[in-house]
């Protein structure tokens, strides 16, 4: 572009970012960098920048930015219809329904659109068990460094030591036990619980896998004690972690599990689903205004369509393997202390904290990278990204960290 063109174009942007802190209410610092289109794993802002995108919308675009089955799904389905009533049945609601079924150890669907939504209704179909089959249980045990979504409800539940004292009073009937600690939760659960709710990988902690053993354990004791495991797969679910839904790996099925982020892949979509021995809900329990809309329910199905077929399941975990093997060849040079992760969910740990400026230095060489905890960086691309841009992404990081860590 001209120069004369390109400060034109420099000052409108800065223009635009003015606006923006005049008018939105601020929420977190966000760079000055207005984006306006996204390919695959590449993002382009209002001055033609290109940025390699390692958040993928928080781990929710997972076919890429704009995939062409959910752009040509999503067009189709607008001429159609795009909101019928949360009251009528819609055809895409009951094939998604359907396919998420026929795919998984749950029976029944309950579509929302955000992952705290899911999460919440989660937590009632839970209490309203308790209260039908267990005396009245309400009590619901929780890992300490959990995250389930920004609710009052789910901010009770979540594991954040400093949300603590946030918006009180809170939710109350949440026991939280540290993650991975089985005995802990042998202590926890009670007369009382009427579920455990984890996340088979503790992704905003930092990526941290829950182990086998551990997950195979709490199964066990909620059946010894008649309580529902609630797994909260919004982060690890649609193919994340290397198979369709994370549990598959562990070997156990949970009673409850919620979906959300990759299920859209950018569309607003989540999903509560359950087994029948719990899908306890009566008329009025549970609904909302876009509940099941045509247009989420296409891009759901036009996205985990695709998953399955092309099993970008199995695409994700050898690409996570890849990455992996890579981060693992920075580890020596830049004394990071761990690198660790499940498919194309990964995370490093750096020797110092220092995690915020290399998400500053990444993004000045065009790379959008996350910083979880102040020495822990996240990976969490496309799950159908390219080697060449996995390459491209250790080079740059390779540099910056050099810069950082000198
Ligand atoms: C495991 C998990 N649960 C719930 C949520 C909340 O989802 P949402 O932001 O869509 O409400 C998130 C979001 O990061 C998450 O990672």
């Known amino acids: 572009m001209p120069a004369q063109a390109q400060a034109l174009v420099a000052s409108a942007s800065a223009d635009l970012i003015r606006q923006a802190e005049e008018a939105l209410m601020f929420i977190v610092q966000r760079p000055d960098r207005v984006m306006v289109r996204g390919k695959g794993s590449q993002l382009w802002d209002a001055e033609g920048r290109r940025y390699l995108d390692f958040l993928a919308g928080w781990a929710v675009n997972c076919l890429g930015h704009s995939p062409p089955v959910l752009v040509k799904a999503l067009a189709k389905q607008a001429r159609l219809l795009v909101n019928g009533s949360p009251a009528l049945y819609n055809e895409p609601m009951i094939r998604l329904a359907k396919l998420l079924t026929d795919h998984s150890c749950l029976d029944k669907v309950f579509f929302a659109n955000s992952g705290a939504e899911a999460n ?16 009245g249980a309400y009590e619901v045990v929780t890992a300490w460094n959990g995250f389930h979504g920004r609710t009052l409800a789910m901010m009770s539940a979540s594991g954040k030591a400093h949300w603590d004292e946030l918006f009180e009073p809170k939710v109350k009937g949440f026991v939280r036990v540290p993650f991975n600690d089985l005995p802990a939760m042998r202590a926890a659960i009670g007369p009382k619980t009427c579920a455990v709710l984890l996340e088979p990988v503790q992704g905003e902690a930092g990526v941290f896998p829950a182990d086998e053993a551990y997950l195979k354990g709490v199964r066990a004791l909620c059946d010894e004690r008649n309580a529902l495991l609630i797994l909260d797969e919004i982060q690890t679910g649609i193919g994340r972690t290397g198979t ?12 409850i599990m919620t979906l959300g982020k990759g299920i859209g892949g950018g569309f607003p979509l989540s999903a509560l689903l359950a087994k029948d021995h719990c899908s306890v809900f009566e008329a009025g329990d549970q609904g909302g205004t876009y509940c099941a809309q045509p247009l989420a329910m296409v891009a759901g199905l036009a996205v985990v369509g695709e998953v399955i077929r092309k099993d970008v399941s199995g695409l994700a975990r050898r690409r996570g393997d890849y990455l992996m093997k890579k981060l693992n060849g920075l580890r020596t040079k830049h004394g990071l202390t761990e690198v660790r992760g499940r498919g194309l969910l990964c995370a490093i740990e750096l020797p110092v904290e220092k995690a915020a400026d290399v998400v500053k230095e990444a993004l000045a060489e065009g790379l959008l990278l996350n910083a979880p905890r102040p020495a822990s960086l996240r990976f969490m691309p496309a799950l159908n990204i390219s080697t060449r841009d996995l390459d491209e992404m250790v080079t740059i990081l390779d540099r910056v960290l050099a810069k950082v860590l000198r």
């Open 244 to 255: 369709l839904f994370a549990y598959e790996q562990y070997g156990i099925e949970p009673d």
């Open 120 to 135: 919440e209704g989660a937590l009632k179909l839970a209490r309203k068990w308790g209260a039908l089959k267990k005396n």
